[in-house]
């Protein structure tokens, strides 16, 4: 009980510092996950009639998943410095493999009798696109989607090194001078910060998904 | 009726690495308002023959001639929405209702809402399907009859002079199918389309075209004609083993009840005098007579042993179980037959009126005459 009453006193006596890192960690979210998106989307798109590129492209966004974040975080720094710059791309090179998977798994499971109905009436390949497998694919791109935007939550943390701000800075400070007071407060509030945005982006992301899906949801 | 409505003139087409091609110089026309099978064995390339037709698989040589007009090198996409295309799989758009599948070709040809919305009840009433009960449904919420009834109904959607059908009941049960291909047919003597319709199966060939090409390998035309002719005169051992043995059997369900002659057998009215009957039923040597009511309805078989009953004759006599109209087909007059406790089958008219009995020996006699490619084939039985 003293320990949540000491947070709580911690937290309402940083109320600014609260509103600027958790709107650090929304801007890498938003942008980082519409960056991927498009890139990933377009990617898989382009690359669905093309076995290679598309085994290839997936190949090359799994090496990216694999590079330890902190390493993936500084390399960058000698060619765009400190700040949000290096944290953007670590972040969106992480976040491109989710969408881009579920985008070609979505668009490869798509019905080829439905394809070839919709080819011999006529549609145009852009058509068959746009009005067939994309909207098809759609709420598997979309689960796509969330994931990389909760992968973006989670390390986004770390650019707190990188001088790149958000909720990773309470983290920071507070292992910086653990034992001291307020320490493990500090970093609480990293971590609940954290949750609770991934907890509201996945309920928003949902909602969408509920809104844009076409699919039959009632049952006969 | 002076010119086709498609026409394959040379039409070859030879995939890449690959020595022999599927088709190999075809040339092929098709009239307008006939239903022109394909059928042959699997690999024949009957199914490239058909989707040359709408290109979605282009031909290496030779030239596609829709209504007079060269469409070898048109856009295929534009020559796509003006024939209709069904196919086994059916590839209902799972995401879209009924409705709007059925509007996708009206919606690519801009045609305005209000005349989409009338053309999709006009199509769900024409195939039998409420509008009000399944326009805003999903294909999912469909059974595969249903399924391929919609899958009609999207190819009708903007009125195509011609439809292109690759074994649309293929994956049918079988009941369902024979249901949906006379739905089919029914519709067609209205509709009057000119459909091309791809099938392995000699029997759907046998009773959906009006003409049928037996291919063989290469797409290979090994015998054009009428099924009744073709069923009575195999052009070679090929067609002859791809009809199997059962030609004659099959050509049943080209003939009408109405095409044979009837027996008339004993006919009795109330009031039956029995010592008369017994003598009459003994010189027909047929076994059984049929009593009819005053208004010349069948009611039962008579035979020696009800007449000699002591009970009324009508509950003396055995249950006619089976009455057959002139338009029956040979071969439900066969299974009536087979049914039936006399052997013979009853036939009335659209009233009820007895006309008379289809016996195993007319039905002989129809059929020796058939063997021997004999007059009786001129005239065609089937309904247009």
């Known amino acids: 009980?003293?320990?949540?009453?000491?947070?709580?006193?911690?937290?309402?006596?940083?109320?600014?510092?609260?509103?600027?890192?958790?709107?650090?960690?929304?801007?890498?979210?938003?942008?980082?996950?519409?960056?991927?998106?498009?890139?990933?989307?377009?990617?898989?798109?382009?690359?669905?009639?093309?076995?290679?590129?598309?085994?290839?492209?997936?190949?090359?966004?799994?090496?990216?998943?694999?590079?330890?974040?902190?390493?993936?975080?500084?390399i960058f720094i000698p060619l765009v410095g400190l700040g949000f710059a290096p944290s953007f791309i670590a972040l969106f090179l992480y976040a491109i493999l989710p969408i881009l998977r579920n985008t070609t798994t979505g668009l490869?499971?798509?019905?080829?009798?439905?394809?070839?109905?919709?080819?011999?009436?006529?549609?145009?390949?852009?058509?068959?696109?746009?009005?067939?497998?994309l909207p098809l694919a759609w709420p598997v791109i979309l689960a796509?989607?969330?994931?990389?935007?909760?992968?973006?939550?989670?390390?986004?943390?770390?650019?707190?090194?990188?001088?790149?701000?958000?909720v990773g800075d309470f983290i920071k400070s507070g292992l910086a001078r653990l034992p001291l007071p307020n320490s493990l407060e500090s970093i609480w509030t990293g971590v609940i910060l954290s949750l609770a945005l991934a907890l509201t982006i996945d309920i928003v992301l949902r909602g969408l998904g509920r809104l844009t899906a076409r699919q039959p949801t009632r049952t006969v | 009726m002076t010119t086709a409505q498609i026409e394959l003139r040379h039409v070859s087409k030879t995939y890449e690495g690959v020595e022999e091609p599927a088709v190999k110089d075809l040339s092929l026309s098709v009239e307008p308002g006939e239903i022109l099978v394909l059928v042959g064995p699997s690999g024949c390339g009957k199914s490239t023959t058909l989707r040359l037709i709408n290109r979605m698989i282009e031909p290496s040589e030779g030239t596609i001639v829709y209504e007079g007009e060269d469409v070898t090198t048109v856009d295929p996409n534009k020559l796509r929405r003006r024939i209709g295309y069904v196919i086994q799989q059916v590839g209902l758009f799972p995401h879209r209702t009924i409705a709007e599948n059925i509007a996708t070709v009206p919606e690519l040809l801009k045609w305005p809402k209000a005349k989409v919305a009338e053309r999709i009840d006009e199509l769900l009433e024409l195939v039998g399907m409420d509008p009000?009960?399944?326009?805003?449904?999903?294909?999912?919420?469909?059974?595969?009859?249903?399924?391929?009834?919609?899958?009609?109904?999207?190819?009708?959607?903007?009125?195509?002079?011609?439809?292109?059908?690759?074994?649309?009941?293929?994956?049918?049960?079988?009941?369902?199918?024979?249901?949906?291909?006379?739905?089919?047919?029914?519709?067609?003597?209205?509709?009057?389309?000119?459909?091309?319709?791809?099938?392995?199966?000699?029997?759907?060939?046998?009773?959906?075209?009006?003409?049928?090409?037996?291919?063989?390998?290469?797409?290979?035309?090994?015998?054009?004609?009428?099924?009744?002719?073709?069923?009575?005169?195999?052009?070679?051992?090929?067609?002859?083993?791809?009809?199997?043995?059962?030609?004659?059997?099959?050509?049943?369900?080209?003939?009408?009840?109405?095409?044979?002659?009837?027996?008339?057998?004993?006919?009795?009215?109330?009031?039956?005098?029995?010592?008369q009957a017994l003598t009459a039923l003994a010189e027909s040597g047929s076994g059984y007579a049929v009593l009819v009511d005053r208004d010349n309805r069948p009611v039962c078989w008579i035979n020696e042993r009800s007449l000699n009953s002591s009970s009324e004759l009508a509950k003396a006599g055995r249950e006619i179980s089976v009455q057959l109209q002139p338009e029956d087909t040979l071969q439900d007059a066969l299974s009536a037959m087979l049914q039936s406790s006399s052997g013979h089958a009853v036939v009335v008219d659209g009233t009820g009126r007895y006309q008379g009995c289809c016996t195993i020996e007319s039905l002989a006699h129809f059929v020796v005459g058939m063997g021997n490619g004999g007059t009786s084939l001129e005239t065609t039985g089937r309904s247009a």
């Open chain 2, 132 to 275: 009000e009960v399944y326009r805003d449904r999903y294909p999912s919420e469909l059974s595969g009859g249903q399924a391929q009834r919609v899958g009609v109904a999207r190819a009708l959607g903007a009125d195509p002079d011609v439809l292109l059908m690759d074994e649309p009941f293929g994956a049918i049960d079988p009941i369902t199918r024979d249901r949906l291909q006379n739905e089919f047919l029914r519709l067609q003597s209205t509709l009057r389309k000119t459909i091309v319709f791809v099938t392995h199966d000699i029997d759907e060939a046998v009773k959906m075209g009006d003409r049928i090409a037996i291919l063989r390998e290469g797409s290979q035309i090994a015998q054009l004609d009428k099924p009744e002719v073709i069923l009575a005169e195999p052009a070679d051992e090929f067609v002859e083993n791809f009809l199997g043995s059962g030609a004659i059997l099959k050509s049943l369900t080209l003939k009408r009840v109405r095409d044979i002659d009837l027996d008339p057998l004993v006919v009795l009215r109330d009031p039956v005098h029995r010592g």
């Open chain 1, 108 to 133: 490869a499971a798509v019905e080829p009798s439905v394809l070839e109905s919709a080819r011999g009436m006529g549609l145009t390949p852009t058509q068959v696109l746009l009005k067939v497998q």
């Open chain 1, 1 to 74: 009980m003293d320990g949540l009453t000491s947070w709580w006193d911690f937290v309402s006596n940083r109320g600014d510092q609260v509103l600027t890192t958790v709107l650090e960690t929304l801007t890498y979210v938003v942008t980082v996950t519409v960056a991927a998106g498009a890139v990933a989307i377009t990617l898989g798109v382009v690359t669905r009639h093309r076995p290679f590129a598309r085994d290839l492209s997936l190949a090359i966004a799994s090496v990216f998943l694999t590079i330890p974040s902190l390493a993936l975080f500084t």
């Open chain 1, 144 to 166: 796509g989607v969330r994931v990389s935007a909760l992968l973006t939550v989670g390390i986004s943390a770390i650019a707190t090194l990188v001088a790149g701000g958000g």
